[in-house]
């Protein structure tokens, strides 16, 4: 064979995917790595527990939101049905945003659904479908958790001189939750359907 030409066994080779590839992690989870972000370590550090502890009750308030969409029930089913897609769909880019975050500050994100169940501060709910005012119940619960954990976690940021996880904390994660309350909380309202009191 001519130098320079690759004969076709050579090419089909280097043509099927290399599978089963293992290897050690490269960052385990719960060690960080120092970026030079001019933060302390430990504001780092505390930033990323915290975040993470919010991340897994974020993803299961996302899942939560999920569920009821997909087994909501009874006359407020369409105008539920898409307000609840359209909330996990704000959850997740929450999820998103605060998983970021903590690869940023030097951490591991937690990411697999097992991981999730572990940490999360959020009551199981019960596999089979719910009636609404249960289901709404159960998503004003989870948003308490997750207002109450980024209102605290906002002030410690704030302390340690994190502003960034400050900014996200207070600007995302509680506004987006605040107002995601609103929205369900008035469906919970005892008023008339057809007539005034």
Not at 55 to 60: E, H, N, Q, R, V
Not at 81 to 108: C, P, S, T
Not at 110 to 124: C, E, G, K, N, S
Request: aromatic share 4%; charged share 25%.
């Amino acid at each position: 064979m001519a130098k320079g030409v690759i004969d076709a066994d050579e090419i089909l080779k280097r043509a099927k995917p290399l599978t089963h590839q293992q290897a050690p992690e490269i960052q385990p989870y719960g060690h960080l790595v120092k970026l030079p972000i001019a933060l302390a370590e430990s504001a780092c550090r505390e930033g990323v527990d915290n975040l993470n502890q919010l991340l897994a009750d974020t993803i299961t308030l996302r899942d939560l939101y999920k569920k009821h969409h997909w087994q909501v029930a009874g006359p407020t089913f369409y105008p539920l049905h898409l307000l609840f897609d359209k909330h996990a769909e704000q959850q997740n880019e929450l999820v998103d945003k605060v998983a970021e975050r903590i690869q940023l500050l030097g951490g591991v994100s937690v990411a697999m659904a097992h991981d999730v169940v572990d940490m999360t501060l959020i009551p199981r709910p019960p596999k089979g479908r719910e009636e609404v005012p249960v289901q709404i119940s159960r998503l004003l619960h989870a948003h308490e958790i997750v207002l109450k954990e980024a209102r605290t976690m906002a002030r410690r940021a704030a302390e340690a001189g994190d502003d960034g996880t400050n900014d996200l904390l207070v600007s995302d994660v509680i506004r987006s939750n605040e107002l995601q309350v609103w929205f369900i909380a008035e469906h919970v309202i005892d008023v008339p359907l057809t007539r005034a009191m």
